[in-house]
Nanobody, 119 residues
Framework: VQLQAFGGGLVQAGGSLRLSCAAA???????????MGWFRQAPGKGRELVAS???????HYADSVKGRFSISRDNSRKAVYLQMNSLRPEDTAVYYC???????????WGQGTTVTVSS
């Protein structure tokens, strides 16, 4: 699965951003086999899971973003979104889109998109 992520940028603390990730070259039936997720990697830190959504719409969030971030997917568009509200400086990171093929356990990654939150 080829993934393209969009939507990063610079925002002040308390602001919002919406990240998008598209699997444009993937047929819908293949996209629907995947749990989609967003990970992030802050400078000097490891990559961590931010949020995920199964093909049935079951969501999971890291404790640090619960109540502030919302993940959604549009299977007809083969896309996943991350709405980020009430952003904090500690949310500053490179955000990566991930597709986890459940039957094969294969992971695909998009290029990162940088989110910078100023205080």
């Amino acid at each position: 699965v080829q993934l393209q992520a969009f939507g990063g940028g610079l925002v002040q603390a308390g602001g919002s951003l919406r990240l998008s990730c598209a699997a444009a070259r993937t047929i819908t039936s293949v996209f629907n086999l995947h749990t989609m997720g967003w990970f992030r990697q802050a400078p000097g830190k490891g990559r961590e899971l931010v949020a995920s959504i199964s093909n049935r719409g079951t969501t999971h969030y890291a404790d640090s973003v619960k109540g502030r971030f919302s993940i959604s997917r549009d299977n007809s568009r083969k896309a996943v979104y991350l709405q980020m509200n009430s952003l904090r400086p500690e949310d500053t990171a490179v955000y990566y889109c991930n597709a986890h093929n459940i039957p094969t356990s294969e992971h695909s990654w998009g290029q990162g998109t940088t989110v910078t939150v100023s205080s």
